[in-house]
């Protein structure tokens, strides 16, 4: 297999990465390169080929051509937030953990993400926003060296989602894994990412590094220049633009 | 088993016991609750109603025990990998479709008139519930949930303990239920066949003799031991799936 694991390296790179099912080529020739702790968002209309290429860079996936350099510790988590339905919340997160202190991890990570008093409840009596918290900490709690996000946060109300966005900063301040994204929102990207990415096609049309200080105000005269621009090279017009 | 379960039953009951107390049925179509508890006392004090229910017992547990077990590892080998997919499915189906009471007298020809094809028939119509069901949940598994486990890095093993296993409980019991009941049916056509002993030997002899409160007391029994079994899929139903959030009716 083309796909390389080197532990010294850093980040994740991508070396001509193309898929195709059957006839129908979803991401041709591509090249990337995060380096470590970035954080990438990748923005695109439905079909561009978005999921698609995180599912190559988590290995569900590996009818690809082309080279993928990623460190093995990497995790994924799905707009569904995918718990086991039949494990209680610390379980869920427990679940694979191999070192001997496994449920203090857990434990703590679940504190970070708001849910101390939750741990003994099943994924069917959360909310979104809470089975989703949990899937992030569940995601964290492995302290992996790639995160991949793929639209994380599509399902959530709008409220719950700014909080997501908010809880996402705070923890990548404390794990910083390098974090690759998807994302139909625009504003998310350019709030959340170091870089934003357009793809199109099954290639990448767009890439600027955002360089606002944090905290990112939204109205800001800077965010409204990346937003502008992002809007451009995904197709829309701001008249056009509804908010 | 909670009281307002048992309310139909016991309905079942009180109108027995008033058509047969009124006369509106002669006691030679119908014997009396009274007279059916008397020769319940009676058989179970010479202790041929405990020695007939223990042996009945150990084979519905015996073949249960052997068709469940199988009937689940056939499932997961069926579910989990292609090529159980394509040489036990098929198979499965075509034994499902052979009536197993059919193949009693074969079992008797090749195992002889012991405990061996009645294990066995019972083991056979107890295996195809458990089977049809639980394959049928591993194939209706959300693969997300299972490269979500891979993902979380775990191994082969580990995604059938902590991902298959468990999504296919609510399903299994399902089918366990069902295979309760077959294992019952199919130990009465066991037992009515031939066997020296067990509750079909007491209700073969009941017909020779035309002793219908003897009929009658089995029939109770069989229904007690129905219900009972019902009772403890609900039991287990109630400890296995609290993770799930299903409809209890209006």
């Known amino acids: ?26 991401l041709e020739d591509l090249d990337l390169q995060v380096s470590k702790g970035e954080f990438v968002a990748i923005l695109g209309h439905s ?21 993928i350099e990623a460190t093995a510790e990497r995790v994924m988590v799905f707009q569904d937030p995918s718990l086991f339905p039949w494990k209680r919340v610390l379980a869920n997160v427990m679940l694979g953990l191999r070192s001997a202190d496994a449920e203090s991890v857990a434990r703590r990570v679940l504190g970070e993400v708001g849910l101390e008093s939750h741990l003994r409840q099943w994924p069917a009596t959360l909310s979104g926003g809470e089975a989703q918290r949990v899937a992030l900490a569940r995601a964290l709690a492995r ?20 909080r997501m966005q908010d809880l996402l900063i705070q923890m990548r301040a404390t794990y910083r894994p390098t974090t690759l994204m998807v994302t ?12 934003v990415m357009v793809l199109d096609e099954g290639r990448f049309v767009f890439d600027r590094r955002v360089d606002i200080a944090s905290p990112r105000k939204r109205t800001s005269p800077a965010f409204q220049a990346v937003r502008a621009d992002v809007l451009e090279a995904l197709g829309v017009s701001i008249g056009d633009h509804v908010d | 088993m909670r009281i307002r379960h048992l309310a139909g039953p016991s309905l079942l009951l009180i109108v027995w016991w008033v058509a047969t107390a009124l006369g509106w049925v002669g006691s030679d179509t119908l014997p009396s609750p009274a007279s059916v508890v008397d020769v319940g006392v009676r058989l179970a004090d010479s202790g041929e109603l405990s020695r007939a229910l223990i042996s009945s017992l150990q084979r519905v547990l015996l073949g249960l025990g052997f068709g469940v077990a199988g009937g689940m590892v056939i499932a997961i080998l069926a579910g989990w990998s292609r090529i159980g997919e394509s040489l036990l499915d098929s198979t499965m189906q075509v034994i499902k479709a052979v009536p197993s009471v059919a193949l009693a007298p074969l079992f008797v020809v090749w195992l002889g008139i012991d405990e061996a094809p009645k294990v066995l028939l019972i083991a056979l119509s107890t295996s ?22 891979r993902l979380l890095g775990l191994g082969q093993r580990e995604i059938v303990r902590h991902v298959v296993v468990p999504s296919t409980v609510p399903a299994f019991l399902v089918g366990l239920r069902v295979s309760m009941a077959n294992a019952w049916i199919a130990l009465i056509f066991a037992e009515q066949i031939n066997a020296e002993n067990g509750l079909g030997k007491l209700m073969s002899d009941a017909r020779t003799w035309l002793r219908l409160d003897i009929m009658m007391l089995l029939l109770v029994i069989y229904a007690v031991l129905g219900l009972s079994s019902y009772s403890f899929v609900r039991f287990l139903e109630r400890r296995l799936l609290q993770w799930r959030r299903g409809f209890a009716g209006t």
Do not use: W
């Open chain 2, 128 to 149: 195809m519930p458990i089977y049809m069901n639980t394959y049928g949940a591993i194939r209706n598994l959300d693969v997300r949930l299972v490269e979500t486990g």
């Open chain 1, 184 to 195: 139909h929102d625009v504003e998310e990207a350019i709030a959340l990412a170091d870089r």
């Open chain 1, 1 to 26: 297999m083309a796909q390389g694991i080197r532990r010294d390296m850093s980040g994740l790179t991508l070396s001509g990465v193309g898929r195709a099912f059957g006839s129908h080529v979803v």
């Open chain 1, 143 to 162: 302290d992996p060296e790639l995160l991949l996000l793929d639209e994380p946060f599509g399902a959530l109300d709008a409220l719950s989602r700014l």
């Open chain 1, 47 to 67: 079909g561009c080929g978005k999921s698609t290429l995180l599912r190559v860079i988590a290995g569900l996936d590996d009818g690809y051509t082309g080279e």
